[in-house]
């Protein structure tokens, strides 16, 4: 896989991602509101802002609705924008531009929603700041933002399952049937009760993804067969926890990673 193609696939899922976030928020906007649960009021509780030209301009906008409301429109149009540019194959300015743009927005948002992000939230910067950096034409810039996204994705997995592998909930076998029982992150309620039923498929498969997040660095050994079928897993497990789980956004992001990162590996 070349480089540009490596770069258009990360740019076209980063948009897809972008746009599935930012009209999900728009679709929940009413929760940003006077009484909602990430009001300006709300927020304000987890976080003291300065007295810097940039803070009141950050209150400001977080206690406006009607601005909060135009920022999340921009945050569609990006995407959007960024697609259409790819299609019709406009200048790599452009691009580079629309994507300094989204950008700025993905990180006001994070910095907005505080306790309603996650870490598809989180990837989704770093794959936006990656792929603006790889656009560059210095050597050196463009290389760290090729081994930032992939550098990012393989401690995703590996951090993650060493925090499960101390997890005790996870080592017993618990963790999963317990995750897909819930009313926030079960989308396969049938799944949770299946695994509630039968404690060992439930262990088999709690293992079975502390396997496979820790030993994902495994595709720094540089051996082509072991990364390609290490990537392949991985890409699997996101679509695997994007449909049990609910996660609408997080295989676009977390796939988003994936081009660059077979670029780089491969």
């Known amino acids: 896989m070349s480089f540009q193609v490596a770069l258009q696939l990360t740019i076209a899922l980063l948009s897809v991602a972008t746009l599935v976030r930012a009209l999900e928020d728009w679709l929940t906007r009413a929760e940003y509101g006077t009484g909602g649960v990430m009001s300006a009021e709300v927020t304000a509780l987890q976080r003291a802002w300065g007295r810097s030209l940039l803070s009141r301009l950050l209150f400001h906008i977080t206690s406006s609705h009607k601005l ?11 995407p959007i924008s960024l697609l259409l ?7 790599s300015g452009l691009t580079v ?15 907005r929603c505080g306790y309603g992000a996650d870490g598809a939230d989180q990837m989704l910067i770093v794959v936006n700041c990656g792929a603006l950096l ?4 210095n050597i050196i810039v463009h290389r760290t933002g ?15 399952g060493l925090a499960k592998l101390f997890g005790r909930e996870w080592r017993s076998g618990v963790a999963m049937a317990g995750i897909l029982t819930t ?3 079960s989308s396969s309620p049938w799944l949770g009760a299946m695994l509630v039923r039968r404690p060992v498929i439930s262990q088999a498969l709690c293992w079975a993804v502390i396997s496979v997040e820790t030993l994902f660095p495994v595709v720094l050994l540089g051996i082509p067969t072991l990364t390609v079928a290490t990537l392949i897993g991985g890409l699997l497990f996101h679509v695997s926890v994007a449909f049990t789980m609910g996660l609408n956004n997080f295989m676009y992001t977390f796939a988003a ?3 660059i990162s077979v670029y780089a590996l491969l």
Not at 85 to 91: D, E, I, P, Y
Not at 100 to 105: E, G, P, R, S, T
Not at 146 to 160: K, R, Y
């Open 183 to 185: 009313a926030r992150y």
């Open 134 to 137: 790889a656009t560059s034409s």
């Open 257 to 259: 990673a994936y081009p």
């Open 85 to 91: 540019a790819l299609s019709l194959r406009q200048s």
């Open 68 to 78: 909060l409301n135009l920022c999340m429109l921009m945050r569609i149009a990006l």
């Open 146 to 160: 090729v081994w930032f996204i992939t550098l990012q994705l393989i401690l995703s997995f590996f951090v993650a």
């Open 97 to 111: 531009g629309l994507l300094a743009a989204n950008l700025l927005f993905a990180v006001f948002f994070l910095l």
